[in-house]
């Protein structure tokens, strides 16, 4: 058995009204330490709320991790391409509600990342568009399309 500030644990366990007459059992806890059951059931809480918000933040980040790479198929297959100003386009034909859906979210997740790029750097936004427009063409693997400065479609 340890001692709190000159008090025996044990007996605030057993009756901390006949230590201090003020104490209730929401006050113990916060007073006595880390032997207190309250304190064990703050950590415990702190630990499923960690994990609760781990989750939250994988769920929240797993839709942008799938639109990459339904946009890396959608490359692939030809059906969208890259523009100049560093978004993406339907190359040609009508496509499906999906892949308009993938292009629209794509480009907004681009276009938040260039907006933040801008205000970090106090560069003008459609500078920064261009720049990330001629670096993702350059990278651009054979086969796959974007705009030219004709503005035609051309595959690389």
Known sequence: MGTFNNFRISSFRRRPESILPFATASWIPAYAGMTMRGVVF????MRMLKILLLGIAVIAAAPAALAQSSL?????????GERP????DIVTGEPSLAIRQLVEQVNEQRLAEYRRVAQETD????????RAGRQIIQRLPEGQ?????AGRWRQR
């Open 123 to 130: 560069a003008p936004l459609p500078a920064v568009q261009a």
């Open 42 to 45: 703050h950590d415990s809480l």
């Open 85 to 88: 100003d560093g978004l993406t």
């Open 145 to 149: 399309y974007f705009i030219d400065a």
């Open 72 to 80: 890396a198929e959608a490359k692939a297959q030809g059906v969208v």
